[in-house]
């Protein structure tokens, strides 16, 4: 590995956790998790000091005990000290191993840690009332521990550097269910208490914030030989219509990248505070119910969680300054499934051009936040939080990377067998982007040259847009365009009526179509009259959408404009339907925000009103953009 991780303050070069074995007891009444963690270490080089650190963020650590893996130790409690608070990073727990004696590179030992989550509100856990959710019969619980926060949950070395297997035995009030990113050994089992005890063992590798568990009141529907979705009840139906076809979005990733080796893919549909579209905690991907359009529209979510199977879960970067390792590859093989889905290949074009804008737009937001380091391909994250760089740079700007240069070698077809040879190349190894360059570089020979006069200095660390970009052409664009610009010229009725004559199919357009001409609307400066809005939105078929593709533009339209309505579709669209996406959540506080007189007052309202039972990483987010206190 050639680089070294600043996110964590655990020394993973010198001792590495490759099994864990967990004993959860889940308390709703005092909101916190009591949990009994066994490490397995194995020493990867003479230790300096016989100090293992691990990470830790408010919680409390009751005991520790340390033994040798030679099978004659017994456990003997060991000597802990928890740091002072380090900026963004926790604390470390610091342990004393001088009770095993001398260590080497054949060493292996276990240590038990017996600790408490805190009921201070932290990233890695958000714990509801029966009243925040869809049955209000029941609380819930869901984690959320990317990019560094299951060191809020257990004491790990929570680094994406470094991989894991593990087990788990989870005790939960009866009548609820767990789930967690590892495969179910069968039904909960009484423990005779009031709670029911349920087992798990999760036997790939995987890095710290692939950690997760839900508890609630959660049910089950295979959707496939190897898939099925959880949720509460009654969103079940929903969920089963809208992702009927994850089965064949797996075959394709398939056909892509190589087997699929994590056995079972299922996911759980959250309750709206959760704050992404998607997580894809392995064997049990998070979504979002902002998917559930009623019209599958928003299956791309999907996709993109699927493919993380094998760019992110599978082959891992080194560290959270190369995050485009996980989700630039990520994007790039999403837009070869949906171009697959639609069957054009020009499809992938047309989905670059789509988002590339909210490149543009976040790139926008850290200039004028003067944080304009944060757009380089690979940012320096050193003493601040990763959290502070998720945007759509990793995304977007590694996307078109992999569009170029797939382009440079030779196109899709000659690049084919490379994405397979570099899933099996580093598959369960930590790779930054040197790695990934020099691999490629090796792979194509006869393309070294070109690949070697590319200005990788820049690619990688210049601020601002693509250092390199493809041609991006595509009938599906160049006809959004033509309806934008018809619709931005257009001053009276007998204008909109002529639009409607020529694009008389429009409200049934496709999703991707109808956000895009949304968002290129939406980029636009000028003002319109109401006559003039409301006229495009029943041409596009907005009203009435639960589409938030459409919907976020559109409402950022009708703000720019100071249409009052918008700002009552806004705060419907935050309390009703989407409290806790960053994706919608983001931009529309940030529009309000800017319409001073009426709608930064709302804003405001509408925040103050929500911020009790939002996720804690969506009340920091939207607390800088209404520059108030989180």
């Not at 496709?510 to 290129?520: C, G, P």
């Not at 925040?607 to 108030?628: C, D, G, H, S, Y």
């Amino acid at each position: 590995m050639s680089v070294t991780d600043p996110s964590t303050l655990s020394n993973y070069s010198v001792f590495r956790t490759y099994d864990l074995k967990l004993d959860i007891d889940v308390s709703f009444d005092s909101k916190t998790l009591t949990i009994t963690s066994q490490h397995f270490f194995k020493v990867l080089k003479t230790p300096e000091s016989q100090t293992l650190v691990l990470d830790t963020e408010s919680l409390t650590v009751d005991s520790v005990q340390i033994k040798n893996l030679d099978g004659r130790s017994d456990f003997t409690s060991a000597q802990f000290e928890l740091s002072e608070t380090t900026k963004y990073l926790g604390r470390g727990l610091s342990i004393d191993l001088t009770g095993l004696g001398s260590l080497n590179e054949t060493s292996r030992f276990l240590v038990c840690i017996r600790s408490r989550t805190t009921e201070e509100p932290r990233e890695g856990l958000q714990w509801m009332s029966k009243e925040e959710t869809a049955g209000k019969k029941h609380p819930y619980l869901y984690s959320q521990c990317q990019s560094i926060f299951c060191r809020s949950i257990f004491p790990c070395q929570d680094t994406p550097a470094l991989k894991f297997t593990f087990s788990a035995s989870v005790k939960v009030p009866e009548g609820l269910a767990v789930v967690m990113s590892a495969i179910s050994n069968g039904p909960g089992i009484s423990s005779g208490d009031g709670k029911t005890v349920f087992s798990f063992t999760q036997s790939q590798p995987i890095p710290a914030y692939l950690f997760a568990i839900a508890v609630g009141n959660l049910v089950k529907s295979d959707l496939g030989p190897r898939c099925a979705v959880w949720t509460e009840p009654e969103l079940l139906d929903a969920c089963v219509y809208e992702f009927a076809e994850v089965e064949s979005i797996l075959k394709i990733a398939e056909s892509i990248c190589g087997p699929y080796v994590w056995t079972r893919y299922e996911f759980l549909v959250l309750p709206p505070t959760f704050p992404f579209g998607g997580m894809e905690n392995a064997n049990m991907t998070f979504l979002s119910p902002t998917l559930l359009a009623g019209d599958r529209s928003m299956i791309s979510v999907l996709a993109h969680e699927i493919e993380h199977s094998w760019t992110g879960n599978l082959v891992t970067t080194a560290s959270w300054e190369h995050f485009w390792l996980n989700e630039g590859w990520t994007r790039f093989i999403e837009d070869k499934i949906k171009a697959r889905m639609e069957g054009n290949e020009s499809y992938r074009k047309f989905l670059l051009v789509k988002e590339q804008k909210r490149l543009r737009d976040d790139i926008a937001n850290f200039e004028e936040t003067g944080r304009s380091e944060l757009t380089a391909l690979v940012p320096d994250l050193s003493n601040r939080s990763p959290e502070d760089a998720f945007c759509a740079v990793p995304y977007e700007k590694g996307c078109m990377l992999l569009c170029y240069v797939e382009e440079l070698v030779g196109g899709p077809e000659a690049f084919a067998p490379y994405i397979k040879n570099y899933v099996e190349t580093f598959r369960n190894t930590p790779v930054d982007s040197q790695a990934w360059l020099k691999h490629l570089i090796g792979f194509f020979p006869n393309k070294a040259e070109a690949l070697n006069a590319l200005p990788w200095e820049d690619i990688f660390s210049k601020f601002g847009g693509s250092v390199v970009n493809i041609d991006t052409t595509n009938e599906l664009t160049e006809k959004c365009k033509e309806v934008c610009e018809k619709w931005t010229c257009a001053r009276s009725k007998e204008d909109f009526d002529a639009i409607y004559r020529e694009f008389p199919d429009a409200a049934v357009w496709s999703s991707d179509v109808k956000a895009e001409v949304l968002e290129m609307l939406r980029e636009k400066d000028n003002k319109w009259s109401v006559e003039k809005f409301e006229s495009f939105t029943k041409h596009l078929g907005v009203e009435g959408t639960k589409n938030c593709e459409q919907l976020t533009p559109w409402i950022r339209i009708g703000l720019r404009c100071e249409i009052e309505r918008a700002i009552d579709v806004a705060e419907d669209l935050l309390v009703n339907c989407n409290i806790g996406r960053l994706k919608y959540v983001g931009p529309i506080y940030r529009a309000l925000y800017r319409w001073e007189q009426k709608g930064r007052p709302r804003a405001v309202a509408i925040f103050t009103r929500l911020k009790p039972i939002m996720n804690p990483i969506a009340v920091n987010e939207v607390a800088k953009i209404l520059q108030l206190t989180a």
